[in-house]
Structures are given as C-alpha cells and as structure tokens.
C-alpha cells in the first residue's frame, strides 16, 4: 500500500486546516487508519485514529474536541480536520494504516506511513 498525505501548510493561531491522506489498493475500508505527528525535536505521537468500522474514533487529549478524523471508503481517503490551531500544533503530521486495531494509539500497530506533511502555526 502506498499511503500519500496532503493538506498541510502555515496558518495563525485560531485557523483550520484539513489534512488527506489517499490510499492505494483495494483493501483500505478493511484498515483502521490513524494520524501521528512529530514536533520538533520531539518523537512522533498518536493524534487520532479510526476503525474500519468507523465507530468510536480515538483522539489524543491534547486535540479533543478540536481535530475531527473521518474516511471515505470510496475515495480511499481518511481525513483529519483541525480547527483552533495553536502553536502547539506545528509538526509534520503522518497518516498511517493499521495492521493490529487492538491498539491504535501506538505507532508499533502501524504497518504503513505516508511521507508527512508539514503543519506550521504562528502566534
């Protein structure tokens, strides 16, 4: 599978942006799909998943209530809008493809990542 992610780009404070990451391969609806990101100089953390399912997203406390993670199986795209951006947003945000659903929250259940895209924020 290759996963390839779009969406990223530098807004202020308050702002939204929608991140895609679009699949290859027939098999995406069978995979829960999550969202990581990496600030800098710090590891890569979980923001968001969701079941192939779609029941119960997952989100990171950190982006509860302000990130929203949705899929649409016939595009083989999962998204991941975030709105009230904050400085502390800015990261390289990846989208990967879950092997092992049991965890989500861990980038070790992840057998595919797409190349990240770059979110910036600005105070």
């Known amino acids: 599978v290759q996963l390839q992610a779009s969406g990223g780009g530098l807004v202020q404070a308050g702002g939204s942006l929608r991140l895609s990451c679009a699949a290859s391969g027939r098999t995406f609806k069978s995979y829960s799909m999550g969202w990581f990101r990496q600030p800098p100089g710090m590891e890569r953390e979980f923001v968001a998943a969701i079941r192939w399912s779609e029941i119960e997203p997952s989100y990171a406390d950190s982006v509860k209530g302000r990130f929203t993670i949705s899929r649409d199986n016939a595009k083989n795209t999962v998204y991941l809008q975030m709105n009230n951006l904050t400085p502390e947003d800015t990261a390289v945000y990846f989208c990967?493809?879950?092997?092992?659903?049991?965890?989500?929250?861990?980038?070790?259940?992840?057998?595919?990542w797409g190349q990240g895209t770059q979110v910036t924020v600005s105070s």
């Open positions: 990967g493809r879950a092997r092992f659903s049991s965890d989500l929250y861990s980038g070790s259940s992840y057998d595919a």
